[in-house]
């Protein structure tokens, strides 16, 4: 069983950054791959940012097409927490962002395990 906790989020002007973080429980966070997503109102949740454990010294990160180059996912597995740095954020960055947990090294939308209660995120314009 993992628990998830989610923490940063906020009210922040277009072009300004947050970082969120999500803690996890459990002795083998660092097996698990963790994933970020976002739900804005009247919209589905979609996907985010994930990284893998660190296979061989390596995590593998991937990123939704609209964030990249402006958010990076990491993890601290000493401290069981994944962060989610945004920069230059726009008004449609606007959502709940959830942290989530999934024991496959790469996860469908579908494939996660374990849910965070989500952090509410809002860019003004």
């Known amino acids: 069983q993992v628990q998830l906790v989610e923490s940063g989020g906020g009210l922040v002007q277009a072009g300004g950054s947050l970082r969120l973080s999500c803690a996890a429980s459990?002795?083998?966070?660092?097996?698990?791959?963790m994933g970020w997503f976002r739900q804005a109102p009247g919209k589905e949740r979609e996907f985010v940012a994930r990284?893998?454990?660190?296979?061989?010294?390596?995590?593998?990160?991937d990123y939704r097409d609209p964030v990249k180059g402006r958010f990076t996912i990491s993890r601290d597995n000493a401290k069981n927490t994944v962060y989610l740095q945004m920069n230059s954020l726009k008004p449609e960055d606007t959502a709940v962002y959830y942290c989530?947990?999934?024991?496959?090294?790469?996860?469908?939308?579908?494939?996660?395990?374990?849910w965070g209660q989500g952090t509410q995120v809002t860019v003004s314009s």
């Open positions: 989530a947990a999934s024991s496959a090294a790469v996860p469908s939308t579908d494939g996660y395990d374990y």
């Open positions: 459990g002795r083998t966070f660092s097996s698990y791959t």
């Open positions: 990284i893998s454990w660190n296979t061989w010294s390596r995590s593998r990160t």
